[in-house]
């Protein structure tokens, strides 16, 4: 997947959406420059475990939306 091509591997501990979403971090805490310009909040396998907490959050459809929007003005573009 797309973290594993910009270099994350996937068994090391690194802060992912995940932690954004259902931990206690901040969208920016996960953020991570990988090349100038290009940011991405990588994933991993953590991400499959999200449905659970998702099925008790209020208007969950709009979780990811929310979570971004700590950062949104400060890119062009967000890719989801």
Not at 62 to 75: A, F, M
Request: no cysteine.
């Amino acid at each position: 997947h797309l973290s594993t091509l910009f270099g994350f591997d996937s068994m090391e501990k690194f802060n992912t959406l995940h932690d954004a979403i259902v931990g206690n971090l901040s969208v920016k805490d996960v953020i991570r420059e990988v090349h100038s310009n290009l940011h991405i909040i990588p994933s991993n396998l953590s991400l499959t475990k999200i449905m659970m907490p998702l099925d008790q959050m209020p208007k969950r459809e709009e979780v990811v939306k929310r979570t971004l929007s700590e950062v949104e003005n400060q890119y062009d573009f967000i890719i989801f």
